[in-house]
């Protein structure tokens, strides 16, 4: 990404720098109210996630991120600040855009230097702004009107995962797809969009939850979410489990592969990045985040379609007993290791099609015909059936 800025800089006078946020993917929290410049903002927050990149901060980047902070809340269009380096600027604007998604107009900046220090921030805060600021308040607070009465955290987190993949199309060319706007308004967005939107509903829910960016496979640029219920973190990947980057055939189940895992579920393809990166400035190991190592609230542990081992009776008794109570599509099954998952790969559908015997012994409960598709995902141990009969 590039070096900090070289010692040109360092001249009398104003000097006016243009920096733009690249973009988090190719192809949130409440606000502190009313807070005031020396205001600790670990006071105003709700929980710890509430301003989880402030708390990393040294004393004079808290300061300049409370006073950045304060100008946002008032729609300040220019914030003056006590001179702090480059450096610091930019670990304080990191942190304030990711602990707060919601002024989403603060991506791009303008900064006015004096002798090497900056001294000043402008952000683009116009009319529109401000419109689209209400518009996606009042569109995420129906989200939150229409969610199931006395829904516990995790449900709560189950119910936003499944409301914006089901919502919302994923679109490269999204318009402010790097924003939460394009979740909320036009429902079209990448991962920046859907983590910044998730962090922003957990958020008005009272769910701790930040938005983390880092690679996927193939180095690609990507953003998701960190969750905490009770003592445990949790990953959260809103845009994995979208149906187009689940399985290898068209079924059209949501993927949970991605849903309130721990490290070893999320490393297999993932990895975080702990930089800032702004323009042609990288700043390396600025923030610091905890493990996930709890696995308990694995989706397919809740709904019973989590295998530690490939047993044929067990798989014989989970498809059975599923399809004599109606349910056909989506008949999901996840394994606990890659062997457990390659064994019934081959078991069930390339070596001895036992799926067939199966469904043979269906039979005997009134249909005369029947066949299956399955998708699969090698990464995460999972495979997918949809049963067609008559």
């Not at 709700?46 to 946002?72: I, V």
């Not at 380096?85 to 304030?96: C, I, M, P, R, V």
């Not at 998604?101 to 006015?112: A, D, G, K, L, V």
């Not at 297999?268 to 700043?283: K, L």
Request: charged share 25%.
């Amino acid at each position: 990404m590039g070096s900090k800025r070289s010692g040109k800089l360092n001249i009398a006078g104003w000097l006016l720098i243009m920096m733009l946020i690249l973009g988090l993917c190719s192809g949130c929290s409440v606000p502190f109210s009313n807070l005031l410049p020396g205001t600790e903002a670990s006071e105003q927050g709700d929980n710890e996630y509430s301003d989880y990149y402030y708390r990393q901060l040294d004393n004079a980047e808290k300061k300049a991120y409370r006073r950045m902070l304060s100008g946002c809340e008032r729609r300040k269009t220019k914030v003056v600040m006590k001179p702090i380096s480059s450096e610091s600027f930019y670990k304080a604007q990191g942190a304030l855009m990711y602990d707060h998604p919601e002024y989403f107009w603060i991506r791009s900046f303008t900064i006015r230097m004096m002798a090497d220090q900056v001294v000043q921030v402008s952000y683009p805060y116009e009319s529109s702004c401000e419109d689209q600021y209400r518009q996606v308040e009042e569109a995420a607070r129906e989200i939150l009107r229409r969610a199931p009465s006395g829904a516990s955290d995790y449900e709560m987190l189950k119910y936003f995962y499944d409301t914006i993949i089901e919502t919302v199309d994923y679109d490269a060319d999204a318009e402010n797809g790097q924003d939460l706007r394009s979740v909320f308004l036009t429902k079209r967005s990448v991962c920046a969009g859907y983590a910044k939107a998730f962090q922003y509903l957990c958020t008005l829910a009272n769910i701790p939850c930040i938005t983390v960016r880092g690679t996927t496979s193939g180095n690609i640029s990507h953003a998701w979410n960190l969750v905490k219920l009770g003592e445990n973190n949790y990953w959260v990947d809103t845009t994995w489990g979208d149906p187009v980057y689940s399985q290898e055939t068209e079924l059209n189940n949501i993927n949970y592969n991605y849903f309130c895992v721990p490290d070893t579920d999320l490393f297999r393809t993932h990895a975080i990045s702990h930089n800032i990166e702004m323009d042609q400035t990288v700043i390396e190991d600025v923030f610091t985040f905890p493990e996930c190592t709890d696995d308990s609230l694995n989706y397919y542990r809740t709904i019973g379609a989590f295998f530690e081992t490939y047993e044929r009776n067990e798989v014989e008794r989970y498809l059975l007993e599923n399809l004599k109570n109606g349910k056909f599509i989506g008949l999901e099954m996840k394994f606990g290791s890659p062997e457990a998952y390659e064994s019934a790969m081959w078991d069930l559908f390339t070596g001895n099609r036992y799926i067939e015997t199966i469904l043979i012994n269906y039979r005997s409960f009134g249909v005369s015909s029947i066949a299956y598709s399955y998708g699969f995902m090698e990464d995460c141990n999972y495979i997918v059936c949809n049963i067609h009969y008559r």
